[in-house]
């Protein structure tokens, strides 16, 4: 072991101290030549000279036994790399323009892609935050014939518990036990979820404070105790220790709290938002009275049982288990199977997510082709030098590997800039990203993705120069030399620049459209009308508990109360109480058939889907729906019976096609079950969901009665053009804590703000994949500028005949730039083609556009021409201002 | 057998462990005492006499140190070590089982 050890310490001094093991081997030489010396003098008589002559001549060339003490020293070959890694900083360093090129651009590829690739491995390939990740498994279900669901039975998941052996553990979660947490004086809101005792210990996960859950938590009458998530701990407790041991009022029942998680289990519910935790097992279950509840079920597998396995095991188990009760339909029979506990979740934007990364990848290779190019254009300066080491016996393989060497280092530095362009673009992708996309907050640069950059950097290197460097060194000794090439060659060598700079086109050209139609698709998005007047709109959800206001009077006071004051408020218009949100698009509707009484229809039912909401007078004019004909409630239509409603303009155009509906009346239903007559007092403008054109609906608005003010769940509020609506907002809160602090604010926003996240998403793969496609346009722009600026050079003596021989500016000009336009233009085609190959693929995230849009496919090559022309016309200016004299002369 | 495919070079060793056995020396010495033990029929080619030395200092058979040579220049000695002595006596068992069976071939004719 020491003898190895010190091997191992001369073979590393051999290699970074190779002056000194030659400068004593050159001394050890010199002591062996000159007693050799003085030895034939004084044996044999002859002269010094002679004597030293003989010596030298019995040692031999020197350099042999140097390169033989070398290599018996073990390292020849690192020797040769840190050679060839000298070579290139020197060769680099005489071109630096083309450094800076490269390296650019490889920095740019690099660090789109590993951005992209780890928002990929974050969302999909590792979702979870937990060291045994592949072995979570969410225990879906299915029926026959209909999709997955997360949802199963109570009595399923304790039958596994009891017999399966697959797993660890196999845990129950019931996502919906949270609600109103009353602290210090204050009510919030506080979703939670209830899980088994033993699955934090089988996710690895320990408290930040305090305790978990133990089995002795769920036994009939244990203590209540509940565990606080980090974020809610941190924002209402300050993070105190303190709070180990305290009382809390969830849904007015008292927990004691017994721990804190960390945020990093928000994982298991699909990334939502996790403020407590209660314990549950089958136990509570029959406590809180139900056997056969619906809840989630989450397994952990045993190390090395595979996920179709367990799944056979569990279908066996169920199988028993509805056998044991009877006969069944088989359709009736489920089916369970094992997903990712993100499956419900990825899925939404897994297919966009895979289009991005593979558009990365694309702008990754165009700036590999581009760096190649390059090469190739340095590799033709270069073709003397190349040749002179050829005949000076540097082999094929040698000379390759050098320019891998060079390659290499290009990649490198570009790798090293293209993490730094990673990194940055992480940050803005964790500041910058849709809310519903949650888990990007933790988005980051980790081992999985340093890993991949270097092997992105590895392939850069392969792809951007073992082509050129095999191009390069296969030239004939003799035509380098001579320093023309044969025409032919260097045509050969002129077509396989313009083929990779056609393929960059045609690259660019396809990303382009890729991103152009999403773009008009989001534009779209953006130009729809609601219906309602989103600025200036504010939307406040309230929870009324049930058990403070128990009856209408209270309630009815509590609204009232609220409506006055903040009426009251500087800059509101109005308010209204309100029962649901604007964006829902599940709206409760009615379905069935409608007769109206007169008209064309009349006599004659239709069935009909109609979205039903009963709305206070004021609601019209608070949201902005226009009124487009009659009136809204009065009074009398909301205290007493009078069968009146206030219809959209849809409706009223299927029900009174051509006439006016006001006055009309219109019923569900046939005799002998029809309903009561209806009277159409207005008709207003459709309201839409936002960002969703086409999907309008029928919609009948009944008034608000006195009665109806239970249920109601918010506010909306207009405020005067001009107004802060934040500082109202923080207003209508001190307003609402004052009144009742125990009534806990569900949410509180403005209309805006709801219709921009409405839109998150699809503004946040436009604003990726334009960024991706401007960035190849810009890569590919490089590409063409760097093939017509060295075309240019290799015509200077062609052109300084032509400007010779009369050819005026503008005629050299036109040559040039016509070079670059034909190369776009063959890329535009060839990118055309690809693009309507593949665009079907992009019709499903699309909305309102063709997937041959002709706006898109007409800006997009004019785009690409003249980005071309401009790339061309540079090296054009400076072919026209060739002097002939000189460039006749350079011969 | 592998190993002794290349005889001169295990040869060189050999000879070179042999020198040493006597005392330390340097690379002139160890190429001068072996001139004369073989009475002047085994003239080592100098230049492959500085790699064998670093290959047998690699393998740990003998030890360089830089000192003053007898002559009083300064130059680096080399000692046997304990390896290179079992090493040496191995190598010479072998040598001999060697030399003995060519004789007897050349002998047989």
């Given at each position: 072991?020491?003898?190895?050890?010190?091997r191992?310490?001369?073979?590393?001094?051999?290699?970074?101290?190779?002056?000194?093991?030659?400068?004593?081997?050159?001394?050890?030489?010199?002591?062996?030549?000159?007693?050799?010396?003085?030895?034939?003098?004084?044996?044999?008589?002859?002269s010094?000279?002679?004597?030293?002559?003989q010596?030298?001549?019995?040692?031999?060339?020197?350099?042999?036994?140097?390169?033989?003490?070398?290599?018996?020293?073990?390292?020849?070959w690192?020797?040769?790399?840190?050679?060839?890694?000298?070579?290139?900083?020197?060769?680099l360093?005489?071109?630096?323009?083309?450094?800076?090129?490269?390296?650019?651009?490889?920095?740019?590829?690099?660090?789109?892609?590993?951005?992209?690739?780890?928002?990929?491995n974050?969302?999909?390939?590792?979702?979870?935050?937990?060291?045994?990740?592949?072995?979570v498994?969410?225990?879906?279900?299915?029926?026959?014939?209909?999709?997955?669901?997360?949802?199963?039975?109570?009595?399923?998941?304790?039958?596994?518990?009891?017999?399966a052996?697959?797993?660890?553990?196999i845990?129950?979660?019931?996502?919906?036990?949270?609600?109103?947490?009353?602290?210090?004086?204050?009510?919030?809101?506080?979703?939670?979820?209830?899980?088994?005792?033993?699955?934090?210990?089988?996710?690895?996960?320990?408290?930040?404070?305090?305790?978990?859950?133990?089995?002795?938590?769920?036994?009939?009458?244990?203590?209540?105790?509940?565990?606080?998530?980090?974020?809610?701990?941190?924002?209402?407790?300050?993070?105190?220790?303190?709070?180990?041991?305290r009382?809390?009022?969830?849904?007015?029942?008292?927990?004691?709290?017994?721990?804190?998680?960390?945020?990093?289990?928000?994982a298991?519910?699909?990334?939502?938002?996790?403020?407590?935790?209660?314990?549950?097992?089958?136990?509570?279950?029959?406590?809180?009275?139900?056997?056969?509840?619906?809840?989630?079920?989450?397994?952990?597998?045993?190390?090395?049982?595979?996920?179709?396995?367990?799944?056979?095991?569990?279908?066996?188990?169920?199988?028993?288990?509805?056998?044991?009760?009877?006969?069944?339909?088989?359709?009736?029979?489920?089916a369970?199977?094992?997903?990712?506990?993100?499956?419900?979740?990825?899925?939404?934007?897994?297919?966009?997510?895979?289009?991005?990364?593979?558009?990365t990848?694309?702008?990754?290779?165009?700036?590999?082709?581009?760096?190649?190019?390059?090469?190739?254009?340095?590799?033709?300066?270069?073709?003397?030098?190349?040749?002179?080491?050829?005949?000076?016996?540097?082999?094929r393989?040698?000379?390759?590997?050098?320019?891998?060497?060079?390659?290499?280092?290009?990649?490198?530095?570009?790798?090293?800039?293209?993490?730094?362009?990673?990194?940055?673009g992480?940050?803005?992708?964790?500041?910058?990203?849709?809310?519903?996309?949650?888990?990007?907050?933790?988005?980051?640069?980790?081992?999985?993705?340093?890993?991949?950059?270097?092997?992105?950097?590895?392939?850069?290197?392969?792809?951007?120069?073992?082509?050129?460097?095999?191009h390069?060194?296969?030239?004939?000794?003799?035509?380098?030399?001579?320093?023309?090439?044969?025409?032919?060659?260097?045509?050969?060598?002129?077509?396989?620049?313009?083929?990779?700079?056609?393929?960059?086109?045609?690259?660019?050209?396809?990303?382009?459209?890729?991103?152009?139609?999403p773009?008009?698709s989001?534009?779209?998005?953006?130009?729809?009308?609601?219906g309602?007047?989103?600025?200036?709109?504010?939307?406040?959800?309230?929870?009324?508990?049930?058990?403070?206001?128990p009856?209408?009077?209270?309630?009815?006071?509590?609204?009232?109360?609220?409506?006055?004051?903040?009426?009251?408020?500087?800059?509101?218009?109005?308010?209204?109480?309100?029962?649901?949100?604007?964006?829902?698009?599940?709206?409760?509707?009615?379905?069935?058939?409608?007769?109206?009484?007169?008209?064309?229809?009349?006599?004659?039912?239709?069935?009909?889907?109609?979205?039903?909401?009963?709305?206070?007078?004021?609601?019209?004019?608070?949201?902005?729906?226009?009124?487009?004909?009659?009136?809204?409630?009065?009074?009398?239509?909301?205290?007493?019976?009078a069968?009146?409603?206030?219809i959209?303009?849809?409706?009223?155009?299927?029900?009174?096609?051509?006439?006016?509906?006001?006055g009309?009346?219109?019923?569900?239903?046939?005799?002998?079950?029809?309903g009561?007559?209806?009277?159409?007092?207005?008709?207003?403008?459709?309201?839409?969901?936002?960002?969703l054109?086409?999907?309008?609906?029928?919609?009948?608005?009944?008034?608000?009665?006195?009665?109806?003010?239970?249920?109601?769940?918010?506010?909306?509020?207009?405020?005067?053009?001009?107004?802060?609506?934040?500082?109202?907002?923080?207003?209508?809160?001190?307003?609402?804590?004052?009144?009742?602090?125990?009534?806990?604010?569900?949410?509180?926003?403005?209309?805006?703000?709801?219709?921009?996240?409405a839109?998150?998403?699809?503004?946040?793969?436009?604003?990726?994949?334009?960024?991706?496609?401007g960035?190849?346009?810009?890569?590919?722009?490089?590409?063409?500028?760097?093939?017509?600026?060295?075309?240019v050079?290799?015509?200077?003596h062609?052109?300084?005949?032509?400007?010779?021989?009369?050819?005026?500016t503008g005629?050299?000009s036109?040559?040039?730039?016509?070079?670059?336009?034909?190369?776009a233009?063959?890329?535009?085609?060839?990118?055309?083609?690809?693009?309507?190959?593949?665009?079907?693929?992009?019709?499903g995230?699309?909305?309102?556009?063709?997937?041959t849009?002709?706006?898109?496919?007409?800006?997009?090559?004019?785009?690409?021409?003249?980005?071309?022309?401009?790339?061309?016309?540079?090296?054009?200016?400076?072919?026209?201002?060739?002097?002939?004299?000189?460039?006749?002369?350079?011969? | 057998?592998?190993e002794?495919?290349?005889?001169?070079?295990?040869?060189?060793?050999?000879l070179?462990?042999?020198?040493?056995?006597?005392?330390?020396?340097?690379?002139?010495?160890?190429?001068?005492?072996?001139?004369?033990?073989?009475?002047?029929?085994?003239d080592?080619?100098?230049g492959?006499?500085?790699?064998a030395?670093?290959?047998?200092?690699?393998?740990?058979?003998?030890?360089?140190e830089?000192g003053?040579?007898?002559?009083?220049?300064r130059?680096?000695?080399?000692?046997?070590?304990?390896?290179?002595?079992?090493?040496?006596?191995?190598?010479?068992?072998e040598?001999?089982?060697?030399?003995?069976?060519?004789?007897?071939?050349l002998?047989?004719?």
């Amino acid at each position: 072991m020491r003898k190895l050890l010190r091997r191992a310490g001369r073979r590393v001094r051999a290699l970074f101290h190779p002056g000194v093991l030659d400068a004593e081997l050159d001394e050890e030489i010199r002591l062996h030549v000159e007693l050799e010396t003085e030895d034939l003098m004084r044996t044999r008589g002859l002269s010094r000279d002679d004597a030293r002559r003989q010596a030298m001549v019995g040692f031999g060339g020197v350099e042999r036994y140097r390169e033989a003490q070398r290599d018996a020293r073990g390292v020849r070959w690192m020797e040769q790399i840190a050679q060839d890694l000298k070579y290139a900083a020197r060769s680099l360093r005489m071109s630096p323009g083309f450094v800076v090129t490269s390296v650019l651009t490889i920095a740019l590829g690099i660090g789109v892609t590993t951005t992209v690739y780890s928002v990929v491995n974050r969302l999909i390939l590792h979702p979870l935050p937990f060291a045994n990740e592949d072995r979570v498994v969410l225990l879906a279900w299915q029926y026959r014939g209909q999709e997955l669901s997360s949802w199963i039975t109570s009595d399923q998941v304790v039958n596994w518990q009891r017999h399966a052996d697959s797993f660890e553990t196999i845990s129950m979660l019931d996502p919906y036990v949270g609600g109103r947490v009353i602290v210090g004086h204050r009510a919030i809101v506080a979703p939670g979820t209830a899980v088994s005792p033993g699955l934090f210990r089988a996710l690895g996960v320990k408290p930040l404070l305090g305790r978990g859950f133990v089995s002795a938590d769920t036994a009939a009458g244990a203590p209540r105790v509940l565990l606080l998530g980090e974020a809610l701990w941190r924002g209402e407790f300050g993070g105190r220790p303190d709070v180990i041991g305290r009382r809390l009022s969830l849904n007015d029942t008292a927990y004691t709290v017994v721990g804190v998680m960390p945020e990093q289990l928000i994982a298991l519910r699909d990334y939502q938002p996790i403020r407590v935790w209660l314990p549950v097992s089958s136990a509570t279950l029959v406590h809180f009275g139900a056997t056969m509840q619906g809840i989630q079920g989450v397994g952990i597998l045993k190390p090395g049982v595979s996920r179709d396995r367990a799944q056979q095991e569990l279908s066996v188990l169920l199988n028993q288990l509805m056998a044991s009760r009877g006969p069944t339909r088989k359709a009736d029979e489920p089916a369970v199977r094992l997903v990712k506990p993100t499956a419900f979740l990825s899925g939404m934007f897994e297919t966009g997510l895979w289009a991005l990364f593979g558009s990365t990848l694309l702008v990754l290779l165009i700036a590999c082709a581009n760096v190649a190019n390059l090469q190739l254009i340095r590799a033709a300066r270069r073709a003397e030098e190349i040749a002179v080491r050829t005949a000076l016996g540097a082999s094929r393989g040698r000379l390759v590997r050098q320019l891998l060497v060079e390659s290499s280092v290009l990649s490198g530095l570009g790798g090293i800039g293209g993490i730094l362009v990673g990194w940055w673009g992480l940050r803005a992708i964790t500041t910058w990203h849709p809310a519903v996309v949650r888990q990007l907050n933790t988005v980051g640069l980790d081992r999985r993705v340093l890993a991949f950059g270097i092997v992105l950097i590895v392939v850069t290197t392969l792809i951007s120069g073992l082509v050129p460097a095999w191009h390069t060194t296969s030239w004939r000794l003799a035509e380098a030399l001579r320093g023309v090439p044969k025409l032919g060659r260097m045509r050969g060598r002129r077509r396989l620049q313009s083929a990779v700079v056609i393929a960059e086109i045609g690259l660019a050209f396809l990303l382009l459209v890729c991103a152009g139609l999403p773009m008009r698709s989001l534009l779209n998005m953006l130009a729809v009308d609601p219906g309602y007047e989103a600025a200036g709109l504010l939307e406040v959800g309230v929870w009324l508990p049930q058990a403070r206001y128990p009856d209408s009077t209270r309630q009815s006071a509590y609204w009232q109360a609220i409506i006055t004051r903040v009426g009251a408020l500087p800059g509101v218009v109005s308010v209204v109480t309100a029962t649901s949100g604007m964006l829902q698009a599940n709206h409760a509707s009615t379905g069935g058939n409608v007769q109206a009484e007169d008209g064309p229809l009349a006599g004659k039912p239709v069935w009909l889907t109609i979205e039903q909401r009963r709305v206070p007078a004021d609601y019209f004019r608070t949201l902005g729906i226009r009124m487009l004909a009659g009136r809204t409630f009065s009074p009398t239509d909301e205290r007493g019976n009078a069968n009146v409603e206030v219809i959209n303009r849809s409706l009223a155009q299927r029900l009174w096609p051509g006439v006016s509906a006001i006055g009309k009346r219109f019923r569900w239903g046939e005799p002998p079950y029809a309903g009561p007559w209806i009277t159409v007092v207005g008709v207003v403008n459709d309201v839409g969901v936002a960002g969703l054109p086409g999907a309008i609906t029928l919609q009948e608005y009944k008034p608000h009665g006195a009665s109806d003010i239970g249920q109601a769940s918010g506010l909306f509020v207009r405020v005067r053009r001009g107004t802060s609506e934040v500082g109202v907002l923080s207003s209508i809160k001190d307003i609402l804590r004052s009144l009742d602090p125990q009534v806990p604010i569900t949410s509180a926003t403005t209309e805006s703000a709801l219709l921009s996240a409405a839109l998150g998403i699809p503004r946040f793969s436009t604003v990726l994949l334009t960024t991706l496609a401007g960035l190849a346009l810009l890569l590919a722009a490089v590409g063409l500028y760097g093939v017509i600026a060295y075309a240019v050079t290799q015509r200077t003596h062609e052109l300084g005949i032509r400007i010779a021989l009369g050819a005026r500016t503008g005629d050299v000009s036109r040559l040039v730039v016509g070079d670059g336009v034909r190369l776009a233009l063959v890329g535009s085609v060839i990118g055309l083609a690809a693009a309507l190959a593949s665009v079907r693929l992009l019709t499903g995230l699309l909305v309102d556009v063709s997937p041959t849009d002709p706006v898109v496919f007409i800006a997009i090559p004019c785009g690409v021409l003249s980005t071309a022309l401009l790339a061309s016309y540079l090296p054009a200016r400076r072919a026209a201002r060739v002097d002939p004299v000189i460039a006749l002369r350079a011969e | 057998m592998a190993e002794r495919a290349d005889l001169l070079q295990g040869t060189l060793d050999l000879l070179i462990l042999k020198t040493l056995v006597l005392g330390p020396l340097h690379g002139w010495a160890i190429s001068k005492r072996l001139r004369q033990l073989s009475r002047d029929v085994l003239d080592v080619g100098q230049g492959s006499l500085y790699p064998a030395l670093y290959r047998l200092e690699d393998k740990g058979w003998i030890a360089a140190e830089w000192g003053t040579s007898p002559e009083g220049r300064r130059a680096k000695i080399y000692t046997l070590t304990a390896d290179g002595r079992k090493h040496l006596a191995a190598e010479r068992a072998e040598w001999k089982l060697f030399s003995a069976a060519v004789d007897q071939v050349l002998k047989a004719t």
